[in-house]
Every structure is written in structure tokens, then in C-alpha cells.
């Protein structure tokens, strides 16, 4: 079978591969070892070519972002989307596992996969703040299929991490100023901000200036919180987010649709012994559940590629000609723990009567077209609550700046 084959294999089944879900945050751990290890220096990043995003530009973060309004009786309506330019505090986004490059690690190249994960996880916050993401060398796709295959490419996460941790320092020397930061990751760009907070920010005098930590859709609870007094925490001296006025905080979630859970073991909502996984619903921080402010892509776009075939939308269908669509009142989350797995509870209200799809796309489906349980719904896990952060970050922005003034 050719390599193309493979990485459209993945893409659409990944049947089976439970260690394939581990696989995905490879690089969680400060001392995760590497496969045929590569040996090479962090990226430069003084050089403006090794940045998806950065502000006062044209990039991957400054694509069209606007949204059309489906409501329950189909009725359609437009919302622009609008950056600031005045923006108080930036935001650092470190993308998921997309590379489809047959190496082991990726080069690079700002592609199509890279500037799609930014489009659908990142650009948003424009509207929050300065954008910084780098590009770096993840682990890739075919990489991943390698090691499982039992023959691995080389590959190394160490790399990967060192390329982030080279552009963030090149951030903090030369953009950040002073300015409080937040810091947005998902799967492998979760794994490796987590350690990235863990040795450079954690009780360091630079973590007054974060404003919070979104860490979305990680593994081996490498955003925990300890169930008894004696562990601890995996960030020592930051807390997780329970209202959306606390300061310094992380928000972390794992989303799978509530008529399908996860079972016990599935690797997003694994965590170390004595510990457990993070849910914080960005929806209701409080606890609870919370109307989720979804923006999801208009063409069923997710973070492996285009959908298979259009999604209406409406009924009867109608055409839409904004990259997403908002759909209020259809979605609601909610946090379970039951002890054995925690994660985001995703589930739709729908009416009788409804002129407007019943549900969503951004499932992985085995070849029989059956949704996998132990992938959730990883594939839109920000789109599903974009909104919801959004708003979590202005009160978040808001409580810093007044804190950052007082005498």
C-alpha cells in the first residue's frame, strides 16, 4: 500500500489504534523518548518565515472568519467577524498533530494542514488578542503509522518541544513587553505546552504575566488535578479555572457526545494514577451544564481535512456562503467524572418542528461508518465551545488588567 494510502487510512478509520490516541500528545512528558532520535538545533525563530501567525501581517490567522447564524426555524442571519487592533494582551498557540509529511518529524513548511488547524482552532482570537504561533517539527501523521507498523521512522520529540520552547523564548525577548499571554494548545500542542508551563513558566516570576492556560484535548491527564492531598499537582502552583474571572488558571476538556461516552482506559481521558483528567467546562466554569457558542466549519471541515460529503445546514437546504456556522441552542455541555473517565458531555436539543440540521459533524467513524467512542469529538473540540473561550478570555482579560493597575 503507498504512503498516500496510509495517511487516508488514518485519516478516516484509525480503527483499533488505541495506542494511536496516546500517540497523539507523544510529547506530554519532560522525558518522553524518542524513536531513532534526530539530532538537530531549535528553529530560529527571529526569522518571520517560521511563524504561522504573528501580528501586523497577512497569514494563516488572518483568513475570512466570518459566520452565518442558522437559527432553529431556519432562519439565516450574518455575523462579521471583526479582529482588534488594539488588542491588551497576546495570545501563544502551539497546533495539534496534522502533518501529513512522510517523515518523522515535519519540516517547516506552512502547508495546508498546518494553516487549516489555525483557521478553525487559532485565528478567532484575534478578537482577543495579538497572535504568536510558530511553526515547529511535530511528530507527523506518517510517523505515528510508522512506530505502530513496527518499522519507525526517525523521529523525535524532543525537537518538537525544543522548537516551541525556542519560539516562545524568541517571544518573550522580543514581542511580549511586559503583557499578560494565554496560552492555546490542542493534542500534541497540549502535551507540549504542558511541559512548557511546567519548566518555564511554574512558579516562575513570568507566571504573573499568564492570563490563563487553554489546554484542550490532552492525554495522560497532563492537565490533572489530585484527588488526594498527598499527589501532587502536575502544575504545582496553578489552579484550574472555575469562574471566568479567576486569573493564571487552566482550562482543559476532552469532548465526546454524550449518547456515545468514552470508555474506561480511552487515552484523552487517561490520567496518572491517583489523579484524574481536567474537565472544566468552558461553558459553565461554576460547574453544571452550559449552552455551548459553537463555531463549526461551514463545509464540515475538521482538523484531518474536508468532509466527505456538503452538510445542509438547513431544511430544506440552503446555500451558505460563510466559512462557519453558528447553530444557537442546539449544543449544551456538561462535565462527567463517573471514576473510571472524565470529559466533556456534548449533547443536542432538538425540535420537533426544527428547520436546521438535528446534528454536527467532526467524528472519527470506523470503515463501516460506525463513530469511534475513544476519539470523541478531538476533531472539533474547539470548535465546539470557540465562543464560549472567547468570552472566558475578555472576563479573564478584563480581571488581569484591573489587578495589573492596583496600586
Request: charged content about 20%; glycine content about 8%; overall charge neutral.
Given at each position: 500500500?503507498?504512503?498516500?494510502?496510509?495517511?487516508?487510512r488514518?485519516?478516516?478509520?484509525?480503527?483499533?489504534?488505541g495506542a494511536?490516541?496516546?500517540a497523539?500528545?507523544?510529547?506530554?512528558?519532560?522525558?518522553?523518548?524518542?524513536?531513532?532520535?534526530?539530532?538537530a538545533?531549535?528553529?530560529d525563530?527571529?526569522?518571520?518565515k517560521?511563524?504561522?501567525?504573528?501580528?501586523?501581517?497577512?497569514?494563516?490567522?488572518?483568513?475570512?472568519?466570518?459566520a452565518?447564524?442558522?437559527?432553529?426555524?431556519?432562519?439565516?442571519?450574518?455575523?462579521?467577524?471583526?479582529a482588534?487592533?488594539?488588542?491588551?494582551?497576546?495570545?501563544?498557540?502551539?497546533?495539534?498533530?496534522?502533518?501529513?509529511?512522510?517523515?518523522g518529524?515535519?519540516d517547516?513548511?506552512?502547508?495546508?494542514?498546518?494553516?487549516?488547524a489555525?483557521?478553525?482552532?487559532?485565528?478567532?482570537?484575534?478578537?482577543?488578542?495579538?497572535?504568536?504561533?510558530?511553526?515547529?517539527?511535530?511528530?507527523?501523521?506518517?510517523g505515528?503509522?510508522?512506530?505502530?507498523?513496527?518499522?519507525?521512522?526517525?523521529?523525535?520529540r524532543?525537537?518538537a518541544?525544543?522548537?516551541?520552547?525556542?519560539?516562545?523564548?524568541n517571544?518573550?525577548?522580543?514581542?511580549?513587553?511586559?503583557?499578560g499571554?494565554?496560552?492555546v494548545?490542542?493534542?500534541q500542542?497540549t502535551?507540549?505546552?504542558?511541559?512548557?508551563?511546567?519548566?518555564?513558566?511554574d512558579?516562575?516570576?513570568?507566571?504573573?504575566q499568564?492570563?490563563?492556560a487553554?489546554?484542550?484535548?490532552g492525554a495522560?491527564?497532563?492537565?490533572?488535578?489530585?484527588?488526594?492531598a498527598?499527589?501532587p499537582?502536575?502544575?504545582?502552583?496553578?489552579?484550574v479555572?472555575?469562574?471566568?474571572?479567576?486569573?493564571?488558571?487552566?482550562?482543559?476538556?476532552?469532548?465526546s457526545?454524550?449518547?456515545?461516552?468514552?470508555?474506561?482506559?480511552?487515552?484523552f481521558?487517561?490520567?496518572?494514577?491517583?489523579?484524574?483528567?481536567v474537565?472544566?467546562?468552558?461553558?459553565?466554569?461554576?460547574?453544571?451544564?452550559?449552552?455551548?457558542d459553537?463555531?463549526?466549519s461551514?463545509s464540515?471541515?475538521?482538523?484531518?481535512?474536508?468532509a466527505?460529503?456538503?452538510v445542509?445546514?438547513t431544511?430544506?437546504?440552503h446555500?451558505?456562503?460563510t466559512?462557519?456556522?453558528?447553530?444557537?441552542?442546539l449544543?449544551?455541555?456538561?462535565?462527567v467524572?463517573?471514576?473510571?473517565?472524565?470529559?466533556?458531555?456534548?449533547?443536542r436539543a432538538?425540535?420537533?418542528?426544527?428547520?436546521?440540521?438535528?446534528?454536527?459533524?467532526?467524528?472519527?467513524?470506523?470503515?463501516?461508518?460506525?463513530?469511534?467512542?475513544?476519539?470523541g469529538l478531538?476533531?472539533?473540540?474547539?470548535?465546539l465551545?470557540?465562543?464560549?473561550?472567547?468570552?472566558?478570555v475578555a472576563?479573564?482579560?478584563?480581571?488581569?488588567?484591573?489587578?495589573?493597575?492596583?496600586?
Open positions: 500500500m503507498s504512503h498516500n494510502s496510509v495517511v487516508r488514518l485519516s478516516t478509520q484509525v480503527a483499533g489504534l494511536m490516541l496516546l497523539l500528545c507523544a510529547p506530554c512528558g519532560a522525558s518522553a523518548q524518542s524513536t531513532n532520535s534526530l539530532a538545533s531549535p528553529g525563530y527571529s526569522n518571520p517560521l511563524w504561522l501567525c504573528r501580528p501586523g501581517r497577512t497569514d494563516a490567522c488572518t483568513a475570512n472568519l466570518d452565518t447564524i442558522v437559527a432553529d426555524d431556519g432562519t439565516m442571519t450574518q455575523e462579521a467577524f471583526h482588534d487592533p488594539d488588542a491588551p494582551i497576546d495570545c501563544f498557540y502551539v497546533y495539534p498533530t496534522v502533518s501529513k509529511e512522510p517523515t518529524n515535519a517547516f513548511a506552512i502547508d495546508a494542514d498546518v494553516t487549516r489555525a483557521v478553525q482552532q487559532f485565528a478567532r482570537f484575534s478578537a482577543r488578542c495579538r497572535l504568536f504561533a510558530p511553526v515547529y517539527r511535530q511528530i507527523t501523521i506518517p505515528l503509522v510508522s512506530f505502530f507498523s513496527g518499522k519507525p521512522l526517525p523521529m523525535s524532543q525537537l518541544y525544543d522548537d516551541v520552547k525556542a519560539a516562545w523564548q517571544y518573550l525577548a522580543n514581542d511580549n513587553q511586559g503583557r499571554f494565554v496560552l494548545g490542542h493534542s500542542g502535551g507540549i505546552l504542558s511541559r512548557l508551563i511546567r519548566e518555564e513558566i512558579g516562575k516570576p513570568i507566571q504573573t499568564m492570563v490563563s487553554l489546554l484542550i484535548g495522560l491527564g497532563a492537565v490533572s488535578t489530585q484527588r488526594d498527598s499527589i499537582l502536575v502544575f504545582p502552583h496553578i489552579t479555572c472555575r469562574t471566568s474571572a479567576e486569573v493564571g488558571c487552566v482550562i482543559g476538556y476532552s469532548s457526545r454524550a449518547e456515545t461516552p468514552p470508555a474506561a482506559g480511552t487515552q481521558e487517561k490520567a496518572p494514577e491517583g489523579k484524574r483528567p474537565c472544566a467546562n468552558p461553558a459553565a466554569l461554576e460547574g453544571g451544564a452550559g449552552a455551548l459553537a463555531y463549526l461551514t464540515g471541515a475538521t482538523l484531518v481535512g474536508e466527505k460529503s456538503p445542509n445546514w431544511d430544506p437546504p446555500p451558505i456562503d466559512p462557519f456556522v453558528k447553530v444557537p441552542g449544543l449544551s455541555a456538561s462535565c467524572d463517573d471514576g473510571k473517565v472524565v470529559y466533556l458531555a456534548i449533547s432538538t425540535a420537533k418542528d426544527s428547520h436546521r440540521a438535528s446534528d454536527i459533524t467532526g467524528d472519527l467513524r470506523d470503515p463501516s461508518g460506525k463513530i469511534m467512542p475513544s476519539w478531538h476533531l472539533i473540540d474547539v470548535n465551545a470557540m465562543g464560549n473561550l472567547l468570552g472566558v472576563d479573564e482579560t478584563r480581571a488581569y488588567l484591573a489587578k495589573a493597575t492596583k496600586p
